[in-house]
C-alpha cells in the first residue's frame, strides 16, 4: 500500500503563488506516474497537472503556463508550483500517484487525503 500526504495549501490572494508538495510512501513499490487533481465546489474533479517517471508531463489548458509539476523521483516526491494564482484556481487539491507493487506486481491508483487552496482578496 502506498500513503500519499500532501502539503503547501492555504490562503493566497489572486496573482499570488502556492508550492504544493506530495510525499509517497509504505512498502516497496515503483511509481509510473504522479499528479493532482482539483475539485471545486459543485465541481468535478479533474486533472491539473501529471508526470512520468521519464519527466513527460500533462497540464491542464486553464493552468498552463502558470503551473509547473516537478518531481524527485529517488525520493517519491511531486510539487506543483502554482504562479498567478486566480479565484477560479481555488479547489481541494488531492495528490495521485499510479504505482506498481514490487512484490506482487499490481498496478494500483492512490489518492492523497487533500489540501485546501484558496484563492481570494
Known amino acids: 500500500q502506498v500513503q500519499l500526504v500532501e502539503s503547501g495549501g492555504g490562503l493566497v490572494q489572486p496573482g499570488g503563488s502556492l508550492r504544493l508538495s506530495c510525499s509517497a510512501s509504505?512498502?516497496?513499490?515503483?511509481?509510473?506516474?504522479m499528479g493532482w487533481y482539483r475539485q471545486g465546489p459543485g465541481k468535478q474533479r479533474e486533472l491539473v497537472a501529471a508526470i512520468t517517471s521519464g519527466g513527460s508531463t500533462n497540464y491542464a489548458d486553464s493552468v498552463k503556463g502558470r503551473f509547473t509539476i516537478s518531481r524527485i523521483n529517488a525520493e517519491n516526491t511531486v510539487y506543483l508550483q502554482m504562479n498567478n494564482l486566480k479565484p477560479e484556481d481555488s479547489a481541494d487539491y488531492y495528490c495521485?500517484?499510479?504505482?506498481?507493487?514490487?512484490?506482487?506486481?499490481?498496478?494500483?491508483?492512490?489518492w492523497g487525503q487533500g489540501t485546501q487552496v484558496t484563492v481570494s482578496s
Open positions: 495521485n500517484s499510479v504505482a506498481t507493487s514490487v512484490r506482487w506486481g499490481r498496478v494500483s491508483d492512490y
Open positions: 509504505g512498502s516497496i513499490f515503483r511509481i509510473n506516474a
